[in-house]
């Protein structure tokens, strides 16, 4: 058994790196040579400004490779990868699709060698293991703080940036139209305080005896180990300490919003721990009356619950005042530039980088297939884009909403395993977030996160 592991390993391994040896095999004779300097287009964007009236690789024939988990309907640079091809017939570049599974041990060993893609898909959580292999953007870091919103965030000490946000996403609450009229409920019931939903919540409670039959709020399942987050800093909590490098999260805000959710279920009776352990499945089964999501739930219902008639309202807040901050915020990143690479493939990726940062049509198809905020600022006042639900929920608070950077697994795996043993297992809440505060202090020692939270705009007004 053992000799066939390591066989299997072997030629897994041998079909990685002879997918490097092929990747991006760079200029080639064959191919169409450009000679249309003047393409008759006019220059686009707003501070990064691309006049697309050039030779790209002198117009000689170039072929690249562009990574990604996602596909046409998931990944906006797919189209923008025709256009530019469009635009410049010399330039070919091959899109590979690597499943999400595979993809962060696959890219890591392209991007080692010599010869990998030049463009690829990231996401920031993976931050630690490609930044080692990734190109700076040639871009001036005036104009990128100039047109995206949260670029700063983004930046070495030197100011520069290897991947910026191209759209963001944060919480909101869900909620079954259905259900909410069956209560009597109406637009004006609509919670901004959280004893406003749990009032709200009550109403959409049933229960057969002592079985619960329809929830009125439910976070069983992975909801905590978002929702946790949102309501410390609402409270002017950080999630990690002075030194940006520890977690912190065993102190009095924790314990207190941890004691208020058990509430809402042991004395509110708006939900139960043995209501299933999937929020988005009840939710989706009409089952559940609210729950807490971020914008990847309507893709999730649209594709299995298209039934489901519901409405978005933004995440309430303990008074009717202005938080700290409302909640975290996460974005999709903009494309990495493979900084192994040769020269001419490195300079056709960087112009790709720029047509695309520069070009509307990129971040309006972000915000339509990752259903998310653009980072742009000049769409962020689009009536188009703020037709749609979750846009028009997290506008008027996008400058409160605050990113700790790419954070380590554990903060929230632990957090999702203090709940549980509150919830499930019935431990004190104190105990539970100690042991939670061990884990993650143990689990990022030696990460070499440092978190972000000191770019906030508003980092000043924590306690």
């Avoid at 380590?408 to 043993?421: I, R, Y």
Wanted: glycine share 8%; charged share 25%.
């Amino acid at each position: 058994m053992k000799i066939r592991k390591i066989v299997s390993s072997v030629i897994a391994t041998v079909g990685i790196f002879a997918c490097v040896a092929a990747c991006g095999s760079g200029n080639g004779s064959s191919g169409t040579t450009d000679t249309k300097k003047d393409k008759g287009l006019p220059t686009m964007g707003q501070a990064i400004t691309y006049n697309p009236n050039h030779l790209v690789n002198g117009g000689k024939p170039i072929s690249l490779e562009y990574w990604s988990w996602g596909d046409n309907g998931t990944d906006p640079v797919y189209d923008m990868v025709k256009e530019y091809q469009r635009i410049y017939p010399n330039v070919k570049i091959k899109t590979v699709k690597v499943s999400w599974t595979d993809y962060w041990t696959k890219l890591p060993l392209a991007l080692k060698g010599s010869r990998g893609p030049a463009i690829f898909n990231i996401h920031n959580s993976y931050d630690s293991l490609i930044r080692p292999y990734a190109a700076n953007y040639d871009i001036d870091k005036s104009a990128l703080e100039s047109d995206y919103a949260t670029a700063s965030v983004h930046e070495d000490k030197d100011g520069k940036v290897k991947y910026i946000d191209s759209v963001i996403n944060t919480g909101n609450i869900y909620y079954n139209k259905k259900l909410w009229k069956d209560a009597g409920l109406t637009d004006a019931d609509i919670p901004t305080t959280w004893d406003e939903l749990r009032a709200v919540a009550k109403k959409l409670a049933k229960w057969n005896g002592s079985k619960m039959t329809q929830a009125g709020f439910n976070f069983n399942g992975d909801a905590y180990s978002a929702i946790y987050q949102g309501l410390n800093y609402q409270k002017g909590q950080l999630l990690f300490d002075s030194s940006g490098k520890k977690a912190n999260y065993d102190n009095p805000a924790t314990r207190e919003n941890l004691q208020f959710l058990k509430d809402l279920y042991d004395k509110d009776k708006v939900g139960s721990i043995n209501f299933g352990n999937d929020y988005i499945q009840s939710f989706g089964n009409g089952q559940s009356a609210m729950v807490y999501a971020w914008g990847h739930m309507e893709g999730t219902l649209k594709e299995k619950y298209p039934k489901i008639e519901y409405g978005i309202f933004p995440t309430p807040t303990f008074d009717k005042g202005i938080p700290f901050a409302y909640d975290r915020y996460n974005g999709e990143s903009t494309p990495g530039i493979n900084a192994r690479q040769n020269k001419e493939q490195q300079a056709v990726a960087q112009d790709f980088i720029k047509f695309i940062l520069a070009n509307d049509v990129y971040i309006r198809s972000a915000v339509k297939v990752l259903n998310s905020f653009p980072a742009k600022k000049s769409l962020q006042n689009d009536a188009e884009i703020l037709k749609q639900p979750v846009m028009a929920a997290i506008k008027p608070r996008v400058d409160r909403l605050i990113w700790p950077g790419p954070a380590p697994a554990t903060v929230e795996t632990s957090g999702k395993e203090a709940f549980q043993n509150v919830f499930q297992n019935g431990r004190p809440i104190g105990e539970a977030v100690k042991d939670a505060q061990k884990t993650m202090d143990k689990d990022m020692k030696n990460s070499g996160f440092m978190s972000m939270e000191s770019k906030y705009g508003f980092y000043s007004e924590h306690k």
